[in-house]
């Protein structure tokens, strides 16, 4: 399978506790964005990295979430000190910049919990 | 801002055609784009629209785009059972690299 792969796929923590998701996008695409989805809500951009640079992070990535894609391949989405309202699916996307239509993939999304 | 609307649910008898409707507000939104949502599952795209074009039909997918009234559907013909899922719409401008969804549609497939 050469779509967006994303790990793990659930991951249930306590509160306070830290978390880190990962997402190994399309071979070859440069763009990589994360996303987060609530439930009944559509996606909601969270950050976009071109290559290795963050490029934009949105006001919904407080202080405690961070993202880094170093080398421009994988990235990774850590969250700390977890709260309730972090509980969501996180979706990681990628894109080639110039692409016919400029289509993003996404992968089949992280899902956390935290209780 | 931008903002994009689509109605909450649509049930449909199997065999028949299903209209999901969406729209959106940034009059400068180039690309429009269809996702399929499956329960659990992340976002698969189905097809996109540039905003020069009319219509596009893919199989059994056609979308239509009224760019005046800022208009977007989604048209499957002979709906089947596996069609039911969470139809979201999604626009991008020229100039950026984000999409902005919609809350998506629920699609139910009677058989």
């Known amino acids: 399978d050469t779509g967006v792969s994303q790990n793990p796929r659930h991951k249930i923590t306590k509160r306070g506790q830290n978390v880190t998701f990962r997402c190994d996008p399309i071979?070859?695409?440069?763009?990589l964005y994360w996303y987060r989805q609530t439930l009944g809500q559509g996606p909601e951009f969270l950050t976009y990295?071109?290559?290795?640079?963050?490029?934009?992070k949105s006001r919904l990535l407080s202080d405690r979430f961070s993202a880094e894609r170093p080398k421009g391949s994988f990235s990774t989405l850590e969250i700390q000190r977890t709260e309730q309202g972090d509980s969501a699916m996180y979706l990681c996307?990628?894109?080639?910049?110039?692409?016919?239509?400029?289509?993003?993939?996404f992968g089949e999304g992280s899902w956390l919990t935290v209780v | 801002g931008e903002d994009v609307e689509q109605s909450l649910f649509l049930s449909v008898r199997e065999g028949d055609s299903s209209v999901i409707n969406c729209t959106y507000t940034d009059s400068s939104s180039t690309y429009l784009y269809w996702y399929k949502q499956e329960p659990g599952a992340g976002l698969q795209l189905l097809t996109y629209?540039?905003?020069?074009?009319d219509m596009k039909q893919d199989q059994r997918l056609t979308v239509l785009l009224n760019k005046k009234d800022k208009h977007l559907s989604l048209r499957i013909a002979d709906t089947q059972t596996g069609d039911s899922a969470i139809y979201f719409c999604a626009e991008k401008g020229d100039s950026s690299y984000k999409l902005i969804f919609g809350s998506g549609t629920r699609l139910l497939v009677r058989p």
């Open positions: 990295f071109q290559n290795e640079a963050q490029l934009e």
């Open positions: 996307a990628s894109s080639l910049r110039g692409s016919t239509g400029n289509t993003i993939y």
């Open positions: 629209i540039f905003s020069n074009m």
């Open positions: 071979s070859e695409h440069n763009r």
